[in-house]
Nanobody, 133 residues
Framework: EVQLQASGGGLVQAGRSLRLSCAASGFTRDDYAIGWFRQAPGKEREGVSCISTKDGETAYADSVKGRFTISINNARNTVYLQMSSLKPADTAIYYC??????????????????????????WGRGTLVTVSS
């Protein structure tokens, strides 16, 4: 069973940067899609970014393109989300999730309800990011 642990959240001023980490364990194959999703109070869950553990392919939501960068350290089984030029609208609980990479990364980001409905998806506990104006 894949287990994920997200960390790195906190309180930051608008315009600043923050890096989230997602430590993964329990992989049973060599190709997973690991993604970051977020949910703000009173809003639906939103896809942020995904990355393939096999070839590093990435996908981003339009709202974070050019500001956020997802990366992976395969030796440490850790996925990072470098967030720059943060805005108050980025305030949310951020979750990382993993699923066997049998799906389009773009679909997973654009339609987060897809990964939410997958039986072989694993979720970590969220980490809160608060961006003050």
């Amino acid at each position: 069973e894949v287990q994920l642990q997200a960390s790195g959240g906190g309180l930051v001023q608008a315009g600043r940067s923050l890096r989230l980490s997602c430590a993964a364990s329990g992989f049973t194959r060599d190709d997973y899609a690991i993604g970051w999703f977020r949910q703000a109070p009173g809003k639906e869950r939103e896809g942020v970014s995904c990355i393939s553990t096999k070839d590093g392919e990435t996908a981003y939501a339009d709202s974070v393109k050019g500001r956020f960068t997802i990366s992976i350290n395969n030796a440490r089984n850790t996925v990072y989300l470098q967030m720059s030029s943060l805005k108050p609208a980025d305030t949310a609980i951020y979750y990382c999730a993993a699923v066997p990479n049998d799906y389009s990364l773009r679909v997973l980001v654009s339609f987060p309800e897809v990964i939410g409905g997958l039986r072989d998806a694993s979720w970590g506990r969220g980490t809160l990011v608060t961006v003050s104006s």
